[in-house]
């Protein structure tokens, strides 16, 4: 199926579909109910009619600027392209694509007004996948500020960073949230890591991270376990952890202060929130897969 998709009203019909031609595009006549119709079907829309009618239009369907489609608004007479929503999520490359065909982009967002990267734009282009999302509106502005630098990490290797720095990771689907008891062994974490990926038909490859409190930051079995797989592991602050609701209870809400340590690390760096799997005990190793 096609990512991209042009909507239009019927008066500009002719242009637009000329327009999704051009771009490889599937087409659709704008009517009440097209946007709540391909919205989570398509990755970026194109809209040929005035910005408030696709504004009012698109409200009732946004979620969440990770997941929701970006939005171009392209002006009836197919002269300027202004990304609505999701400039840095795919938005401002298609104003830019656009531009080929004489369709002048309007680009709003901060970075790129300078000439300068923005994290998610980094992200695309290098086809990666931003691990802490909440870390990027104050890395943007420090991009801005002329203040941000970017560091490669070859691996095999650990990074502890804090959460003020954006993480960008190889893409991947799921998130492993892992838990286990004082002193386990590699072996113990990779039985227990192998099993549950197993049980819910899943490859490391495509494992996104792995994720546990950052009071595990010592632990030896768990950290060498990670590596030996060449995984992304990420210690998660309490803080963060406690802003997770998961569905399962645990004992760590009475030893440690917190909701737990598998779930709701998964569940802070997973971007549908979709359980796979509530959190599981292969002896003393608990594992949670979210995606």
């Not at 999701?86 to 901060?110: Q, Y």
Request: with cysteine.
């Amino acid at each position: 199926m096609k990512d991209t998709v042009v909507i239009s009203l019927n008066k500009f019909a002719p242009g637009a579909k000329e327009l999704a031609d051009k771009l490889g595009a599937d087409f659709e006549l704008y009517s009440k109910e097209t946007f709540g119709d391909i919205f989570g079907r398509y990755k970026r829309i194109a809209a040929v009619m005035s910005a408030g009618i696709a504004v009012r239009a698109i409200a009732p369907y946004l979620e969440d600027k990770w997941t929701d489609p970006c939005i171009v608004v392209v002006s009836p007479d197919l002269r300027y392209a202004i990304p609505v929503i999701g400039g840095h999520h795919g938005g401002n490359e298609l104003a830019r694509e656009l531009e080929k065909f004489g369709v002048h982009p309007v680009i709003t967002t901060a970075t790129e007004t300078r000439g300068l990267p923005s994290v998610e734009g980094i992200a695309d282009k290098r086809g990666l996948e931003i691990i802490n999302k909440d870390s990027t509106r104050a890395v943007n502005s420090s991009i801005l500020d002329g203040e941000t630098t970017i560091q490669i990490i070859e691996p095999p290797a650990i990074a502890i960073v804090p959460p003020g720095v954006s993480v960008l990771l190889e893409k991947g689907e799921y998130i492993v949230g892992v838990g286990c008891r004082k002193g386990i062994s590699k072996e113990e974490v990779l039985g227990a890591i192998d099993s549950a990926l197993s049980d819910e038909g899943i490859g490391r490859e495509e494992v996104l991270a792995y994720a546990t409190t950052c009071l595990k930051k010592n632990e030896r079995g768990l950290i060498d376990a990670i590596g030996e797989i060449y995984g992304n592991l990420v210690f998660l602050d309490d803080e963060t952890l406690k802003e997770q609701n998961p569905e399962s209870p645990s004992r760590a809400q009475d030893k440690l202060g917190l909701p737990g340590v598998a779930e709701p690390a998964a569940l802070a760096l997973s971007k549908r929130k979709e359980i796979i799997m509530n959190k599981r005990k292969y002896g003393g190793v608990t594992v949670a897969v979210i995606r």
